[in-house]
């Protein structure tokens, strides 16, 4: 099945959770601006849309979250002190997060849920497909998800959610899907999804991870979910009732995905995240590396 759908050239990136999982480090931090070795989370979530093609975000924040307008605008006090000195490679990097896109501000007002985050970009978006990033979800760029789920979603329509294997006694941490083969490989049929179900009550160990390929009709969904667990209104509620009913707004697909992921999220995850990402950077890798074997031998 071959449809034509307009060019996705839009990403929403929810960004204006509290980071409790990270206090007191995000008392007045965003957990966005962390950094994984030396670019903020939120880079690498930008970086990854570009990358796809879609050079037009939008950032759904909150309170105390300024640092991230910040970050994505020019600092002309110390380009002009880099430039002075002639440190042309500071400088350099220093720009690349304000050429990186063309990036829009909305604020989130109260903390109702990722789905109503998702809602506030309603006006932004219009009547066009568009993607979700979340920034807990970091994926390596040699393996290009977001990619091949806009290609999916040329393809089917609807909404595509990326999936991926997980132990099954880790499957309440996630949102989970109802799935069936289709003729394409890694590509899946979404029929059903379940938010943080229990190991018993889980239909499979297909996880739902932090990227989405939404199709517009999703917001009047959104608009008629009422709050779900924990009190806030889930995205996985309102894509639960585009799979049972594809003449809403088109069936819902997933790309089960086997490449490099890095949870920043969770505390032990992060740490894990930017020992990864260090060891192969090749500026610093080799030496870390090598430091990194020096201290299990010695240590553990």
């Known amino acids: 099945m071959t449809t034509s759908h307009t060019r996705i050239t839009k990403a929403v990136i929810p960004a204006a959770g509290l980071g409790t999982r990270f206090l007191p480090a995000t008392k007045a931090t965003p957990k966005e601006m962390l950094p994984v070795v030396d670019k903020p989370a939120i880079q690498y979530v930008v970086e990854e849309a570009v990358a796809a093609g879609l050079p037009d975000v939008l950032m759904v924040t909150g309170r105390n979250k300024r640092p991230l307008e910040d970050h994505f605008d020019r600092n002309y006090e110390l380009e002009e002190v880099l430039r002075s000195k002639g440190d042309e490679a500071k400088l350099t990097r220093v720009q690349e997060s304000t050429d990186l896109a063309t990036i829009h501000y909305v604020r989130q007002g109260d903390p109702k849920g990722l789905g109503h985050a998702v809602l506030c970009a309603a006006p932004h978006v219009g009547d066009q497909p568009f993607a979700v990033l979340l920034g807990d979800d970091l994926i390596d760029p040699r393996d290009p998800l977001l990619a091949r789920m806009i290609e999916v979603q040329e ?146």
């Open 155 to 300: 393809t089917y329509g609807g909404s595509v959610v990326a999936l991926l294997e997980v132990d099954p006694a880790t499957i309440h941490l996630y949102g989970c899907a109802v799935a069936e083969p289709t003729g394409d490989d890694g590509i899946v049929r979404v029929s059903g999804l379940v938010e943080k179900p229990s190991r018993e009550d889980a239909p499979s160990n297909l996880a739902v991870i932090g990227r989405y390929v939404l199709d517009p009709a999703v917001f009047e969904v959104l608009r008629k979910t009422d709050p779900g667990r924990g009190g806030e209104i889930q995205l996985t509620d309102a894509l639960q009732t585009l799979a049972a009913d594809p003449s809403i707004g088109g069936p819902v697909h997933g790309v089960v995905f086997k490449g490099r992921r890095y949870d920043t999220g969770d505390r032990a995850d992060y740490l894990r995240a930017i020992v990864r990402l260090a060891c192969e950077r090749e500026d610093l890798g080799p030496d870390f590396r090598d430091w990194l074997r020096d201290f299990a031998a010695k240590e553990l």
